[in-house]
């Protein structure tokens, strides 16, 4: 069954990910954040997907390189928005032979192979959305059998939005309760959290999964909170 997925990842050019945190993290830092979280996705999704079927689609140009590099299949978005991306995602993913999408935001720092899993056998047969939603009523996961047929509707409060389309669709759904695919990093207090499980989001600039020491010391005591 697991051959029948194809993995989208829409990810934002790094000069513009998470701006909502300058306030506390410098353009280096931001960037190092997001590439570890988007590495962090791709690892989860590649030990239950093939490479191959996980789609990469972005702007950026130093993310296409590593998706190629890692053997995953990158596509220069052409558009603007997350639902553009999605889209043009499963439209190759369709062109590949997929029996069913799977969505998943490059945003979620605990993400796991197993959270991955537990999606996917979640699947039945038919028309059918698996869906994750995030702390604030987002959509973090969204796996839709089979693609084509759902209009997607990321952004706030998109949870709603696609339960609501999914029935109106008359698929079965199936609402996944998983605490690591809630959690993402919009806020400082959500970047706090994270680093509590996973300090190395914090990397020193270029040098990917290696603390950075005195920012996670400044973190764990509060102080690089309020800027």
Same mark, same amino acid.
């Given at each position: 069954?697991?051959?029948?997925?194809?993995? %989208?990842?829409?990810?934002?050019?790094?000069?513009?990910?998470?701006?909502?945190?300058?306030?506390?993290?410098?353009?280096?830092?931001?960037?190092?954040?997001?590439?570890?979280?988007?590495?962090?996705?791709? $690892?989860?999704?590649?030990?239950?997907?093939?490479?191959?079927? %996980?789609? #990469?689609?972005?702007? +950026?140009?130093?993310?296409?390189?590593?998706? @190629?590099?890692? !053997?995953?299949?990158?596509?220069?978005?052409? !558009?603007?928005?997350?639902?553009?991306?999605?889209?043009?995602?499963?439209?190759?993913?369709?062109? !590949?032979?997929?029996?069913? #999408?799977? #969505?998943?935001? *490059? +945003?979620? *720092?605990?993400?796991?192979?197993? +959270?991955? $899993?537990?999606?996917?056998?979640?699947?039945?047969?038919?028309?059918?959305?698996?869906?994750? $939603?995030?702390?604030?009523?987002?959509?973090?996961?969204?796996?839709?059998? *089979?693609?084509?047929?759902?209009?997607?509707?990321?952004? =706030?409060?998109?949870?709603?939005?696609?339960?609501?389309?999914?029935?109106?669709?008359?698929?079965? %759904?199936?609402?996944?309760?998983?605490?690591?695919?809630?959690? +993402?990093?919009?806020?400082?207090?959500?970047?706090?959290?994270?680093?509590?499980?996973?300090?190395?989001?914090?990397?020193?600039? =270029?040098?990917? !999964?290696?603390?950075? *020491?005195?920012?996670?010391?400044?973190?764990?005591? @509060?102080?690089?909170?309020?800027?």
């Amino acid at each position: 069954m697991n051959d029948q997925v194809w993995a %989208i990842l829409p990810v934002k050019s790094l000069g513009w990910a998470k701006r909502r945190l300058r306030q506390w993290l410098s353009p280096a830092e931001r960037r190092a954040l997001v590439l570890e979280l988007f590495h962090l996705a791709v $690892a989860a999704l590649a030990e239950v997907l093939p490479p191959r079927h %996980i789609i #990469v689609v972005t702007h +950026d140009a130093a993310l296409l390189a590593q998706a @190629g590099l890692q !053997g995953l299949l990158a596509l220069r978005q052409s !558009g603007y928005g997350l639902n553009t991306a999605v889209r043009q995602g499963e439209q190759r993913a369709i062109e !590949g032979g997929a029996g069913a #999408v799977l #969505v998943i935001l *490059p +945003d979620l *720092p605990l993400i796991a192979a197993a +959270d991955i $899993a537990a999606l996917l056998a979640s699947l039945s047969n038919g028309r059918q959305v698996v869906i994750a $939603a995030g702390q604030r009523g987002g959509t973090h996961a969204l796996l839709v059998q *089979p693609p084509g047929w759902l209009s997607f509707a990321f952004g =706030g409060g998109s949870y709603a939005r696609h339960v609501s389309r999914a029935q109106s669709g008359g698929a079965s %759904i199936v609402a996944l309760q998983n605490e690591r695919l809630a959690l +993402d990093i919009d806020t400082v207090e959500d970047l706090r959290r994270s680093l509590l499980a996973r300090p190395e989001l914090l990397a020193e600039p =270029g040098r990917r !999964g290696e603390r950075n *020491p005195d920012l996670c010391a400044a973190w764990a005591a @509060g102080g690089a909170a309020g800027g």
